[in-house]
C-alpha cells in the first residue's frame, strides 16, 4: 500500500501539479489542476498527455506509519494499519479523491507481480472526506476447486482483511504565514482533523527518539500491548497511558 501510495504521488507530481506565485510572501506553492482538467488528462491518455515515468526526484509526499506498525509494536493477528500521507501542497478534498481513486489501481497492479508479491489482491476502497482519510481494504484470493476449476473466488473471511486508514495531511496548515494560501483554497479539507495528524507525525517521532535513547522502551510496550488483548484487566489499558508511564 505505501508502494502504490509513493507511486500515485509521483504520478501526480509528474501530472496534475500547477506551481503558483504565493503574494506577500517568498515562496513558490503547486497547486493541484482542476479536477475537469484531471479527468480530461486521464481519458485521453491516448494522446500522450500523461507522463507515466521519469528520472527527476519528486518531494511531493512522504508517507509516514504513526501506529503500531512503524512503531514496532505490531502483536499477532493485527490487520488495521495506519497510514499519514504528508504532503507538500495543501490538502484539498481533491486530492484526496485522486488518491483514492488511483490508489486502489496501482495497489492490484503491482499484486499482480508474482517476483514481488505472494498473491492478488481485491481492493476496495472508500472515501471519508469528514474524516479527512481514504480507507483500503484488500481481500485475498483463492482458487474454486469444488466447481472443478480453478476459477478465483474473494476470501471475504475477516482475519484474513487487510485495512488501511490513509490520512492527507500537510504541514502548511499549521503555519500561520501561509493562512492566506489557505483562504484561497476552497475545499480545504478539515483543519482541526488535519493538524490531528500531524500530532500524530510528532508523537511517532518523540517514540523513535525514545526507542533509540532506551533499548527496553519499544520491547516493554510491545508487551503491554499484548496484555491488553489477552488479559481483561489490561484492556481498558491505552497505548498513550502505557508511553507516559514509562
Known amino acids: 500500500v505505501e508502494k502504490a501510495i509513493r507511486n500515485v504521488g509521483r504520478f501526480i507530481e509528474l501530472n496534475f501539479l500547477l506551481p503558483i506565485p504565493v503574494p506577500k510572501i517568498l515562496s513558490v506553492h503547486k497547486t493541484l489542476l482542476p479536477m475537469d482538467t484531471i479527468e480530461d488528462m486521464l481519458e485521453n491518455n491516448s494522446e500522450n498527455r500523461i507522463i507515466s515515468n521519469d528520472s527527476r526526484v519528486v518531494d511531493f509526499i512522504r508517507v509516514v506509519r504513526p501506529g503500531p506498525l512503524g512503531k514496532g509494536l505490531l502483536i499477532t493477528e493485527e490487520k488495521y494499519f495506519q497510514l499519514i500521507i504528508l504532503s507538500s501542497i495543501l490538502p484539498t478534498e481533491s486530492l484526496l479523491k485522486l488518491f483514492e481513486r488511483l490508489v486502489p489501481k496501482e495497489i492490484e497492479r503491482l499484486s499482480k507481480n508474482p517476483d514481488d508479491y505472494p498473491g492478488e489482491y481485491h481492493v476496495q476502497s472508500e472515501l471519508m472526506l469528514d474524516e479527512t482519510k481514504f480507507r483500503i481494504s484488500l481481500y485475498t484470493f483463492t482458487l474454486n476447486s469444488s466447481s472443478g476449476g480453478n476459477e478465483p473466488i474473494i ?92
Do not use: A
Not at 158 to 185: A, G, H, M, W
Not at 225 to 240: A, E, G, H, P
Open 155 to 246: 476470501q471475504d473471511d475477516s482475519k484474513r482483511i487487510l485495512r488501511f486508514d490513509c490520512y492527507l495531511t500537510c504541514p502548511y496548515i499549521r503555519d500561520e504565514s501561509e493562512q492566506e494560501l489557505c483562504e484561497n483554497v476552497t475545499d480545504l479539507l478539515n483543519r482541526e482533523k488535519c493538524l490531528r495528524s500531524l500530532d500524530d507525525i510528532k508523537h511517532f517521532r518523540w517514540f523513535k527518539d525514545m526507542g533509540i535513547r532506551h533499548n527496553f522502551f519499544t520491547f516493554t510496550l510491545r508487551i503491554l500491548r499484548d496484555l491488553t488483548k489477552r488479559v481483561d484487566i489490561w484492556s481498558n489499558v491505552t497505548l498513550y497511558v502505557s508511553c507516559f508511564f514509562l
